[in-house]
């Protein structure tokens, strides 16, 4: 049964303690002002739901209008606690500007908020707005994050400041593929215990040769995934890992992807040697390292076996630098 703009209407009358919304792939592949995701019904819906809503997804459809979703959020949505607008495209390649201190005021306890792959920007509102603006001090989860081959650069560091100011409990950021947010931005972020963090194919990378390493140093100690592939600077990937080997007294990494990077066997090594806690190493087109270890290693039992390998001797360091994975 398919969704249209009259069966979304009634929802709120049939069901009157409702608190979460989940709209997502609803109508992926056409925008209409009769669908079930239109700007119309979506604000609609947001409007008679009041303040009940704290859950809203309408991630994945196409549709126009999304600023007007957002401003009724602002409006009517005070307990919002989840907002997923990931993955949404337009019938044209403009962004979609929105305004942020407005949501910030109206949706105050916004811990979870995604949009990665959508085209959304932030509109210029005037510098006393932005700083009167409370920001979201309860952010835990942020992602913006883009995919690099479209045309689409991301956000940049003006904007994600403007929506981090105050986010000191945030724990997840994934701006992969921006290619405007540099290092000494993130540096200056007033959370200091990131868990989950996704910078591959960002201009962090490259912003500058020392950047990447201190982001590591700064959440070193709390991070349980780091995804930094794509970073093609050799010194620049190294040292982010030694990074993370002078902090081999708090780490808690799981996870750590490092797929598409010039990362040397020598600072891989001393990780593998002081982090027991891996469970998950993309190792995939590393060009730096020998035939045979550029690959996926899926388990705590993989990456240990990995270790062994490299004890034993096992790869020839004459194959480091060749393109050819296994």
């Given at each position: 049964v398919k969704l249209n703009f009259e069966d979304v209407k009634y929802v709120p009358?049939?069901?009157?303690?409702?608190?979460?919304?989940?709209?997502?792939?609803?109508?992926?592949?056409?925008?209409?002002?009769?669908?079930?995701?239109?700007?119309?019904?979506?604000?609609?819906?947001?409007?008679?739901?009041?303040?009940?809503?704290?859950?809203?997804?309408?991630?994945?459809?196409?549709?126009?209008?999304?600023?007007?979703?957002?401003?009724?959020?602002?409006?009517?949505?005070?307990?919002?606690?989840?907002?997923?607008?990931?993955?949404?495209?337009?019938?044209?390649?403009?962004?979609?500007?929105?305004n942020i201190e407005k949501l910030a005021k109206g949706c105050p306890k916004l811990r979870i908020f995604r949009s990665s792959n959508t085209m959304l920007g932030l509109n210029e509102t005037p510098v006393r707005e932005q700083v009167q603006s409370p920001g979201f001090p309860l952010l835990e989860e942020l992602t913006i994050g883009v995919d690099q081959r479209g045309y689409f650069d991301g956000m940049d560091d003006g904007q994600i400041e403007r929506i981090l100011k105050v986010s000191e409990n945030l724990r997840l950021l994934d701006i992969r593929g921006c290619k405007g947010i540099s290092d000494s931005t993130l540096v200056r972020l007033p959370c200091w215990d990131i868990e989950y963090l996704y910078v591959a194919g960002c201009s962090v990378t490259s912003s500058s040769r020392d950047g990447l390493e201190l982001l590591v140093k700064k959440w070193a100690r709390t991070l349980i995934e780091l995804d930094i592939g794509l970073t093609s600077d050799a010194r620049t990937v190294d040292w982010a890992v030694m990074a993370l080997v002078e902090n081999a007294d708090s780490l808690k990494l799981r996870k750590l992807h490092l797929t598409g990077t010039a990362v040397s066997l020598k600072p891989l090594t001393k990780l593998l040697n002081c982090c027991d806690t891996l469970e998950c190493l993309n190792l995939t087109s590393c060009r730096a390292l020998p035939r045979g270890m550029k690959r996926m290693y899926h388990s705590r039992d993989d990456v240990a076996s990995l270790k062994k390998d490299i004890e034993d001797g096992k790869f020839d360091l004459r194959d480091a630098g060749s393109d050819d994975d296994d």
């Open positions: 009358s049939l069901f009157p303690s409702l608190e979460r919304i989940d709209l997502s792939l609803v109508s992926p592949s056409t925008a209409s002002s009769r669908s079930a995701v239109s700007s119309t019904a979506l604000s609609d819906l947001i409007t008679d739901m009041g303040e009940k809503l704290t859950h809203f997804n309408m991630s994945s459809n196409k549709m126009a209008g999304l600023p007007f979703v957002f401003k009724a959020l602002s409006l009517h949505s005070k307990n919002l606690t989840f907002l997923d607008v990931s993955n949404i495209s337009t019938t044209s390649r403009d962004t979609i500007l929105i």
